[in-house]
């Protein structure tokens, strides 16, 4: 009887409440969503312990002329891999980035571990995050893992790239996230400027 109750309270509540007052209460729990994503992430990176400041408006200018700029800049990744989270396609940019740290490697023993990992990551069938690659690209990558090289992954982080490139990266753009940001980045140079 009392869940009964409760239940009837809420109904009671919800209908009370606009529409409105709803869809801005969706976008205030996004927004704080988002907000601590990117800074759970910035606090849990791989790199170095180092403060990391939030992007100027300049910075953020400069992540809308092309991806390569966005990727540049560590928040600039992070704010793209939490966008991605939110799109259900990450596996593309962990794939990439796991890649550019393949790139780096120095021991041949590392490599040959560290290239079976990634194929098993993201690269077999009906792996955990697996990439969109055409058979040829797939084959090819297998064919590699006997003798790996620092280039084996070379063509399906290309077609990984064109594909946040020309899909994700746009999306990003017109994203709530990176408007978002942009109306932060505003708002603080506007209040530096006032001081």
């Given amino acids: 009887m009392r869940e009964a109750t409760v239940c009837l309270r809420e ?16 976008n205030a729990n996004k927004n704080r969503n988002w907000r601590t994503r990117i800074s759970y992430l910035l606090k849990n990176s791989t790199s170095p312990r180092k403060r990391y400041t939030k992007p100027t408006v300049d910075e953020l200018d400069q992540w809308a002329q092309s ?6 800049s560590r928040y600039g990744t992070i704010a793209f891999q939490v966008f991605l989270k939110s799109e259900f396609c990450e596996e593309n940019l962990e794939f ?12 041949s023993n590392k490599l040959a571990s560290r290239a079976r990992s990634i194929y098993e990551e993201f690269i077999k069938c009906e792996s955990p995050k697996e990439v969109n690659l055409d058979f040829y690209t797939r084959d090819a990558i297998e064919q590699s893992l006997h003798i790996p090289s620092l280039s084996c992954f070379l063509a399906a982080q ?6 946040m490139e020309n ?23 506007r209040s530096l400027k006032a001081q």
């Fill in 11 to 26: 109904m009671a509540c919800v209908m009370c409440i606009n529409s409105s007052d709803i869809h801005m209460d969706k």
């Fill in 158 to 163: 290309t077609k990984v790239y064109g594909l």
């Fill in 96 to 107: 990439w980035l796991a890649c550019e740290d393949f790139q780096q490697l120095k021991s």
């Fill in 67 to 72: 991806l390569d700029k966005l990727l540049s």
């Fill in 167 to 189: 899909n994700c990266y746009p999306r990003f753009l017109l994203s709530s996230l990176y408007s978002d940001l942009r109306t932060e980045a505003r708002q603080r140079d």
